[in-house]
């Protein structure tokens, strides 16, 4: 059983959620899910970006593909991850 301040952060996101429109259970957690994931997966590249603009180079590897800039899309990550 989750107690304490994780509770209370879980709790506040459900809220979120809920407030939001979003009351099924399931799709709460699915949604709780992709930003666990996407989370660090953002932070990776944005670690990347820094390295590349302080050595004036391309990013090596980057996360996401390019294409994401290219259709105009605010969400990088769903480029990523729909090739």
Known sequence: ??????????????NAF???G???PMEVIEQM??????KPVDELQTVKEKKANRTKQPIEDPVFNSRAAEDGTDLLWIAAFTD
């Not at 059983?1 to 459900?14: H, L």
């Not at 899910?33 to 996407?38: R, S």
């Open 1 to 14: 059983m989750i107690t304490g301040t994780s509770k209370t952060q879980v709790d506040n996101i459900w």
């Open 18 to 20: 809920w407030s939001g």
């Open 22 to 24: 979003i009351s099924n």
């Open 33 to 38: 899910i992709y930003l666990l994931f996407i």
